[in-house]
């Protein structure tokens, strides 16, 4: 319809020292509501203490058929993880 | 449940060997329990059965604002009437989750609501039941979203993602709706005897509007295979509404409140209570448009979309203003 | 400087009164608001007014001392013992109206408590400050969307007008000062509200600019709610409902 409010992202941060989080979507009319509005509808339960707010049209994604290509070649290369390496037990910590 | 009779958009179940290759690796995923996300590729039918399955959903949660919404002004504590508001409000977040997960398949929430309004989608039939004293209040957190919590939690496993998460926010919420609920009749029961009237009355007109949300009985609900299938439904009728009368009879008889069903009695053998059915013919009335508050219902929530129009209009406006403002500035 | 219970008393009605019922008008809209974000916004409104009004009204009961709770004092007394201003019990009418009636007593209430939280009665000072926060939201939501809908479209901008052509004369009364206000501002309670007015007229005056609304010239207000004298018609249907099931079951544990 040609006059319903742009769809917007919502994210939030939870608590202090952890990165801004997904939690869904809804209506504004700018972006300045669109925070007003997020600040009501996604944290009644004390769920945030930073918001932000990116209009929905405005969000690139990686297209699902790509998933081979752009993820896969990264399932080998096992020595990036830090379990790939034994150090014995003697060393300590590391 | 408050997706009634999701008439599904497919001939029926296709075998392994009727579907083509991108059909079966879709079917593969959901056997494996694999999300199905909004970019990937679905069947028509899958997506248009989604639309309809929650949008309905999304309706019920909107509609079922009101029975509630009619005790606001009337709570008879300033407690009791904070936690009702924040009940209800809670429902017009639900919704609004809701028409989000449908939006992501590419139906808008203004398109959803203008073919509720028109008539051609429908909500949960237990929404045009009344109100009618204080008691219901409890009764409905207790029953209505008792029986919805039962359904719901079984749907946070549902194949499409944004369902699916929706669902995992309005479980995590719904939780103190029912608790609020039994907490309210609790005192009505254990009340003066003018109170525990207003509650055995609460739980005889609910009761059997209650178990009628999870839908026709399993014999007579044609459109299960495929949403079975594709984990868009995920326990049958029968087997949640059975689940909701074994979790509910303790609760009624917790209260000292007589039974609604003179049927309803342990079954030792099959471990379960049996119960009466309630009346499909008074069902299916309500589903088409005659149950008690149908015409209200959709009257009050079309008159608050259209009286809002102007609202809508005027802010968005102003928006675009100060949007072009901006530009010209810069 | 001691200070008369019984104008404490009064004092803390006012208040207490001011946000039941506007919070009862505000909760009146649940499920039918334009559109589900401002449905949601707006019960928010009204829970911090119901929660404000606990807290009022609970300390009302106490200074009254006569073993009663803010319950007693919100469902029990009849529409003359109410001390509400009169816009606050003014009816809904659509959305515009609703929002500018909110508008012009948030605005009131955001210069009122950044004073009450200096009182020198610390549970009024703790009360205000807990309420303060509250309030900066609701006056900054409350101008936003007056601002949106008054430089909105034609017909908001039309209905916006109008609803403040309406409403114009009830803004006065909160600036009405009485010897309960004297005896508070001498023991350094509250405010003398009167003093309050320069800073609300400049307030409102930017706000309702900006929405290109015109204030009407007349300074005539209605008034006779802060002291009971004389209420509106509507307080008593409001009362009416509100009350209905404490006066219909007396004595029941609800």
């Given at each position: 319809m040609k006059n319903e409010w742009p769809l917007w992202e919502i994210f939030i941060r939870g608590q202090h020292g952890m990165s801004h989080r997904h939690v869904g979507s809804l209506h504004a009319p700018d972006a300045e509501m669109a925070i007003k509005n997020a600040r009501d509808v996604y944290t009644r339960r004390n769920e945030g203490v930073s918001i932000w707010v990116v209009e929905a049209k405005h969000i690139s994604a990686t297209a699902p058929g790509d998933k081979g290509p752009l993820f896969e070649p990264s399932e080998s290369k096992i020595y990036r993880h830090p379990t790939f390496f034994d150090i014995p037990e003697e060393v300590g910590s590391m | 449940m408050y997706a009634q009779m999701i008439k599904t958009a497919s001939a029926g179940v296709k075998s392994r060997e009727e579907m083509t290759d991108q059909e079966r690796e879709f079917q593969d995923k959901i056997d494996n329990d694999i999300k199905i996300e909004p970019r990937d590729w679905m069947p028509d039918d899958y997506r248009r059965t989604l639309i309809r399955q929650i949008g309905q959903h999304a309706h019920s949660e909107v509609v079922g604002q009101l029975p509630e919404g009619n005790w606001i002004t009337r709570a008879p504590t300033l407690e009791r009437k904070a936690i009702l508001l924040a009940k209800v409000q809670d429902e017009a977040g639900h919704g609004l989750y809701l028409y989000s997960a449908a939006e992501t398949l590419g139906e808008s929430r203004d398109e959803l609501v203008r073919l509720l309004h028109e008539g051609r989608m429908k909500y949960s039939s237990i929404f045009n039941y009344p109100t009618l004293n204080w008691a219901d209040i409890g009764a409905v957190g207790w029953l209505v979203d008792g029986a919805a919590i039962v359904n719901q939690v079984a749907l946070q496993r549902t194949s499409y993602g944004p369902y699916s998460r929706a669902m995992i926010r309005i479980c995590k919420e719904e939780s103190f709706h029912a608790r609020q609920g039994y907490h309210a009749i609790m005192k009505m029961a254990f009340g003066t005897p003018e109170q525990t009237r207003q509650a055995q009355s609460a739980v005889d007109r609910l009761w059997f509007p209650a178990i009628m949300m999870f839908g026709p009985t399993d014999a007579d609900s044609t459109n299960s295979d495929q949403s079975m299938a594709w984990k868009i439904k995920v326990k049958s009728n029968d087997e949640l509404r059975q689940q909701f009368v074994d979790q509910t009879v303790p609760q009624i008889e917790y209260l000292g409140l007589d039974l609604p069903d003179p049927n309803i009695k342990w079954n030792e053998e099959r471990g379960h209570y049996d119960f009466s059915d309630p009346d499909w013919s008074e069902f299916f009335n309500v589903i088409k448009g005659n149950g008690p508050c149908n015409v209200d219902r959709m009257k009050d929530r079309v008159a608050a979309w259209d009286d809002g129009e102007w609202v809508r209009d005027g802010l968005l406006a102003h928006a675009q203003k100060k949007a072009a403002a901006k530009v010209a500035a810069e | 400087m001691s200070v008369d219970k019984q104008q404490l008393l009064q004092f803390l009605l006012r208040q207490g009164d001011n946000t039941l019922v506007l919070g009862h008008r505000v909760s009146e809209w649940c499920g039918h608001s334009p559109i589900l974000e401002e449905d949601i916004a707006l019960a928010n409104t009204a829970l911090d007014l119901i929660g404000?009004?606990?807290?009022?009204?609970?300390?009302?009961?106490?200074?009254?001392?006569?073993?009663?709770?803010?319950?007693?004092?919100?469902?029990?007394?009849?529409?003359?013992?109410?001390?509400?201003?009169?816009?606050?019990?003014?009816?809904?009418?659509?959305?515009?109206?609703?929002?500018?009636?909110?508008?012009?007593?948030?605005?009131?209430?955001?210069?009122?408590?950044?004073?009450?939280?200096?009182?020198?009665?610390?549970?009024?000072?703790?009360?205000?400050?807990?309420?303060?926060?509250?309030?900066?939201?609701?006056?900054?939501?409350?101008?936003?969307?007056?601002?949106?809908?008054?430089?909105?479209?034609?017909?908001?901008?039309?209905?916006?007008?109008a609803a403040l052509e309406y409403l114009w004369p009830y803004a006065g009364e909160m600036f009405e000062s009485d010897d309960t206000d004297a005896a508070m501002a001498a023991a350094g309670v509250a405010p003398d509200p009167a003093g309050l007015r320069e800073e609300y007229d400049a307030l409102i005056g930017k706000v309702l600019g900006e929405a290109t609304l015109t204030i009407p010239d007349s300074r005539y207000n209605h008034k006779g709610g802060r002291n009971g004298a004389m209420h509106t018609e509507h307080l008593g249907h409001l009362l009416t409902s509100m009350q209905w099931l404490q006066r219909a079951y007396p004595g029941c544990e609800w």
């Amino acid at each position: 319809m040609k006059n319903e409010w742009p769809l917007w992202e919502i994210f939030i941060r939870g608590q202090h020292g952890m990165s801004h989080r997904h939690v869904g979507s809804l209506h504004a009319p700018d972006a300045e509501m669109a925070i007003k509005n997020a600040r009501d509808v996604y944290t009644r339960r004390n769920e945030g203490v930073s918001i932000w707010v990116v209009e929905a049209k405005h969000i690139s994604a990686t297209a699902p058929g790509d998933k081979g290509p752009l993820f896969e070649p990264s399932e080998s290369k096992i020595y990036r993880h830090p379990t790939f390496f034994d150090i014995p037990e003697e060393v300590g910590s590391m | 449940m408050y997706a009634q009779m999701i008439k599904t958009a497919s001939a029926g179940v296709k075998s392994r060997e009727e579907m083509t290759d991108q059909e079966r690796e879709f079917q593969d995923k959901i056997d494996n329990d694999i999300k199905i996300e909004p970019r990937d590729w679905m069947p028509d039918d899958y997506r248009r059965t989604l639309i309809r399955q929650i949008g309905q959903h999304a309706h019920s949660e909107v509609v079922g604002q009101l029975p509630e919404g009619n005790w606001i002004t009337r709570a008879p504590t300033l407690e009791r009437k904070a936690i009702l508001l924040a009940k209800v409000q809670d429902e017009a977040g639900h919704g609004l989750y809701l028409y989000s997960a449908a939006e992501t398949l590419g139906e808008s929430r203004d398109e959803l609501v203008r073919l509720l309004h028109e008539g051609r989608m429908k909500y949960s039939s237990i929404f045009n039941y009344p109100t009618l004293n204080w008691a219901d209040i409890g009764a409905v957190g207790w029953l209505v979203d008792g029986a919805a919590i039962v359904n719901q939690v079984a749907l946070q496993r549902t194949s499409y993602g944004p369902y699916s998460r929706a669902m995992i926010r309005i479980c995590k919420e719904e939780s103190f709706h029912a608790r609020q609920g039994y907490h309210a009749i609790m005192k009505m029961a254990f009340g003066t005897p003018e109170q525990t009237r207003q509650a055995q009355s609460a739980v005889d007109r609910l009761w059997f509007p209650a178990i009628m949300m999870f839908g026709p009985t399993d014999a007579d609900s044609t459109n299960s295979d495929q949403s079975m299938a594709w984990k868009i439904k995920v326990k049958s009728n029968d087997e949640l509404r059975q689940q909701f009368v074994d979790q509910t009879v303790p609760q009624i008889e917790y209260l000292g409140l007589d039974l609604p069903d003179p049927n309803i009695k342990w079954n030792e053998e099959r471990g379960h209570y049996d119960f009466s059915d309630p009346d499909w013919s008074e069902f299916f009335n309500v589903i088409k448009g005659n149950g008690p508050c149908n015409v209200d219902r959709m009257k009050d929530r079309v008159a608050a979309w259209d009286d809002g129009e102007w609202v809508r209009d005027g802010l968005l406006a102003h928006a675009q203003k100060k949007a072009a403002a901006k530009v010209a500035a810069e | 400087m001691s200070v008369d219970k019984q104008q404490l008393l009064q004092f803390l009605l006012r208040q207490g009164d001011n946000t039941l019922v506007l919070g009862h008008r505000v909760s009146e809209w649940c499920g039918h608001s334009p559109i589900l974000e401002e449905d949601i916004a707006l019960a928010n409104t009204a829970l911090d007014l119901i929660g404000q009004t606990q807290m009022w009204l609970g300390y009302a009961a106490e200074v009254q001392g006569e073993g009663k709770t803010a319950d007693d004092l919100a469902f029990l007394r009849d529409a003359w013992d109410f001390r509400n201003v009169l816009l606050v019990e003014m009816p809904n009418g659509d959305f515009g109206q609703t929002l500018l009636r909110q508008f012009l007593f948030d605005a009131f209430q955001s210069v009122l408590m950044g004073r009450l939280m200096k009182s020198s009665d610390e549970q009024v000072a703790a009360i205000a400050a807990k309420a303060s926060k509250e309030i900066a939201y609701h006056v900054e939501r409350s101008a936003d969307t007056v601002v949106g809908l008054g430089d909105g479209t034609e017909e908001s901008h039309d209905r916006m007008q109008a609803a403040l052509e309406y409403l114009w004369p009830y803004a006065g009364e909160m600036f009405e000062s009485d010897d309960t206000d004297a005896a508070m501002a001498a023991a350094g309670v509250a405010p003398d509200p009167a003093g309050l007015r320069e800073e609300y007229d400049a307030l409102i005056g930017k706000v309702l600019g900006e929405a290109t609304l015109t204030i009407p010239d007349s300074r005539y207000n209605h008034k006779g709610g802060r002291n009971g004298a004389m209420h509106t018609e509507h307080l008593g249907h409001l009362l009416t409902s509100m009350q209905w099931l404490q006066r219909a079951y007396p004595g029941c544990e609800w």
